[in-house]
């Protein structure tokens, strides 16, 4: 499993940092944060060192509402939504690929239920896009 990368709390991750880490995946990030910054400007992004997973981790969130939960690792990025029941109802129509649906749908019966995109091109940008159409549509 890759560990995220992101794990000196001294070490806040600043544009360069960040760059540092991404390396060919940076793309990707800056797409999604371009598309982020255009399409829902009332976003806010807090970066917060946690000591229970150490590392710095993003939250998205809106009007006090998380969005998502974002981390660093060793060339790529992971995004992981959290979704409520009228959510979860949603996955199985959702145009994201079945395995990410199945590991959901493995997820049931736990209390708090997380689909997780891994985004190391820009193609799994659109993957995030559909996931953030709805969790916007479900909140």
């Known amino acids: 499993m890759d560990q995220p990368v992101l794990s000196d709390p ?3 991750p600043t544009e360069e940092v960040l760059s540092s880490h991404l390396r060919k995946s940076k793309a990707s990030f800056v797409s999604l944060f371009a598309y982020n ?15 229970d997973g150490k590392s710095w981790l993003m ?28 959510g979860a109802e949603c996955v199985p129509g959702a145009r994201i690929p079945k395995g990410l649906k199945t590991k959901f749908r493995e997820s049931a019966g ?8 891994e985004i190391k091109a820009k193609a ?16």
Do not use: C, Q
């Open 37 to 51: 910054h255009a399409n829902f400007p009332d976003f806010e992004e807090r970066w917060k060192y946690y000591n």
């Open 110 to 117: 736990k209390k708090i239920r997380g689909i997780t995109v």
């Open 124 to 139: 799994d940008v659109e993957i995030y896009k559909e996931l953030l159409a709805l969790k916007m549509a479900t909140m």
């Open 10 to 12: 001294a070490v806040y």
């Open 59 to 86: 939250n998205v969130s809106r009007k006090k509402k998380t969005i998502f939960w974002l981390s660093i690792r060793n060339g790529w990025f992971r995004t992981t939504f959290y979704l409520n029941s009228k």
